[in-house]
């Protein structure tokens, strides 16, 4: 996708070879900034305070952490403690675990030697991997955009997003954004309703920013307001991404999707989920089995923006005093899904569903 007209993607490997490239999501959009992750401790911190954020690209970020780690120490231990260091950043996220997962079977049976090369090489083949998931994504659910906008004969397909599962949450084409990016490049109109997402305004300051930046048309709502839309008629279709899906279909996403599948459901509009094969949780059984992070209080009590000397800051919004609960996500139970949008299609969003496009998986399933 575009950042300043150029193609970008979120993570890449620095000239030097050996260092992590990022963006910064923290200060966007008001600023660009490109940290440099040097070793584990970086990447670590990198997902903790979400400078990086979006469950494919904290996969791939914990991938490159390990590599990072690796370069120093080879050993088992060391390995070891790599894992579970960057595990224990974002409980709720399944791309984290099965990102580490993978990077530890890879290298484990491997002489330390040659540990830090293969780390490197596999967490770039799982952010290549993630480029084409995506685009897959894109595809299949292009073709939900179609029929919409064959069966409205005109005027422009209204899809409603809540957070941020752009390309700015993997590694370029996104989730829930991808089928969206697809459209607008093949010459469909489409406008996009953005929740401001609440307390961390994902949608705000990284969903609008992007649309802005690949010249999507797309209006920034309050997260109240979503209901209001569909109510009216004015939203044809909901796409949203998820942190972790479980065997029986729940949805783990951004807190406040739970109350847009509500929405969805009682005004009738579809209500999609896109994810990628990482993102499903085959061990758990239901949503309510999910562990929900649950952040600073401050991220509640005061917002993040520009300031009027132009510099950027925290503003109280609440009585001092006030406390306040941040839960990160919500569950969506499968009941008031639509469908998933995966690398591999579309399908119902049950056990069943899910098992009729990864068939491989039934030994797997909770």
């Avoid at 791939?60 to 070891?80: E, F, I, K, P, Q």
Wanted: glycine share 8%.
């Amino acid at each position: 996708m575009k950042l300043d007209g150029v193609p970008s993607r979120t993570i890449w490997l620095e000239p030097d070879g050996w260092s992590i490239g990022i963006i910064d999501q923290t200060l966007l959009p008001h600023k660009i900034v490109r940290p440099v992750l040097k070793t584990v401790e970086d990447a670590a911190r990198a997902i903790k305070t979400m400078q990086v954020r979006g469950a494919p690209l904290i996969g791939v970020t914990a991938a490159y952490g390990v590599a990072l780690a690796m370069r120093v120490d080879a050993s088992d231990a060391s390995l070891d403690n790599a894992v579970a260091f960057l595990g224990a950043q974002r409980p709720t996220a399944v791309n984290l675990r099965w990102a580490l997962e993978d990077l530890r079977t890879t290298l484990l049976p491997l002489a330390p030697s040659i540990r830090a090369v293969a780390a490197y090489a596999r967490a770039a083949e799982l952010a290549e991997d993630d480029v084409e998931t995506c685009r897959n994504i894109g595809v299949n659910g292009l073709k939900l955009i179609k029929e919409i906008a064959i069966r409205k004969g005109g005027g422009p397909v209204n899809v409603l997003t809540h957070c941020n599962a752009g390309w700015l949450a993997c590694v370029d084409w996104g989730t829930a954004t991808s089928p969206i990016y697809h459209a607008h490049d093949a010459g469909i109109p489409v406008h996009i309703w953005v929740d401001e997402t609440r307390p961390r305004n994902q949608g705000a300051a990284l969903t609008a920013f992007e649309l802005l930046q690949h010249g999507v048309p797309h209006s920034l709502i309050a997260d109240n307001a979503g209901g209001h839309f569909m109510q009216a008629g004015d939203v044809d279709l909901v796409i949203v991404g998820t942190d972790r899906v479980t065997a029986n279909g729940d949805v783990a996403n951004k807190i406040g999707t739970y109350l847009k599948a509500l929405a969805a459901h009682d005004t009738r509009v579809p209500f999609y989920v896109a994810l990628p094969f990482s993102t499903i949780d085959w061990r758990t059984e239901k949503g309510s089995d999910i562990p929900i992070e649950e952040r600073s209080e401050d991220e509640v009590l005061y917002v993040q923006g520009k300031l009027p000397n132009g510099e950027l800051g925290s503003v109280l919004i609440s009585a001092e005093g006030t406390h306040a609960r941040n839960p990160a996500f919500d569950v969506t139970p499968a009941r008031l899904v639509t469908g998933f949008i995966t690398e591999r299609g579309i399908c119902a969003a049950s056990r069943e569903g899910l098992l009729s496009l990864y068939p491989e998986k039934t030994s797997e399933v909770a």
